[in-house]
């Protein structure tokens, strides 16, 4: 049974990971299963596979053609998953050249959407979160630059739904108000 795909983005440091994770808890305790599925982890599994990479965040740092082929393959890994899925990852990827799509038409096409969702914050609260988390590396962005990604994460999922049909519905995550993103999220999900 094909399912519904649900596509959840933000930008690094906006707690998409965290809101995806509590409203699946939610779900499953109302019965609603969900797999969640995180695409950049299929891009990584692959590229470390192939030699491309050694961790994580030097993703971004490959070039656009070893993306895009990265992009396909997790595409239609993930297209072929039955049941309800939501698929974690990024409208856009800040590279040294610039934004790149994180979803283009290719793996839009592969996926068939049915919601897209942005989680955002304010940008003063990205940023902390970003310098709190010793787990990764992140960039260190200013507040006009984590401004402009958050606005250019808006245009482009216009520009997915325009593509593919489906709504867009954006969720705010800021601090100590996780609940209510959650009940946003499991809403939307039901």
């Known amino acids: 049974m094909p399912g519904r795909k649900i596509i959840i983005t933000g930008v690094p440091g906006v707690g998409k990971t965290t809101v995806i994770n509590e409203s699946i808890l939610r779900l499953k305790e109302e019965g609603v299963d969900f797999q969640s599925i ?14 491309l990479v050694k961790d994580r965040d ?4 490959l070039s656009r053609d070893e993306q ?10 993930i297209g072929k998953i039955n049941g309800d899925v939501i698929i974690d990852t990024h409208a856009s990827v800040k590279t040294p050249k610039g934004y790149l799509a994180g979803l283009p038409e290719w793996v839009l096409r592969e996926l068939k959407p049915d919601v897209f969702v942005i989680v955002e914050t ?26 402009e990604h958050q606005e250019f994460n808006r245009a482009i999922a216009a520009a997915y739904a325009m593509v593919t ?26």
């Open 38 to 51: 995180s695409f950049g982890s299929f891009m990584f599994e692959m590229a470390v596979s192939k030699g």
């Open 58 to 61: 030097d993703m971004r740092k």
């Open 68 to 77: 895009k082929h990265l992009q396909q393959l997790a595409a239609a890994a």
């Open 122 to 147: 304010d940008e003063d609260q990205i940023l902390l979160r970003r310098l709190s988390d010793m787990t990764r590396v992140r960039d260190v962005d200013g507040f006009r630059a984590l401004s």
């Open 165 to 190: 049909g489906c709504t867009v519905k954006i969720i705010k995550n800021p601090d100590h108000l996780l609940d209510k993103a959650v009940s946003d999220m499991v809403n939307l999900l039901r």
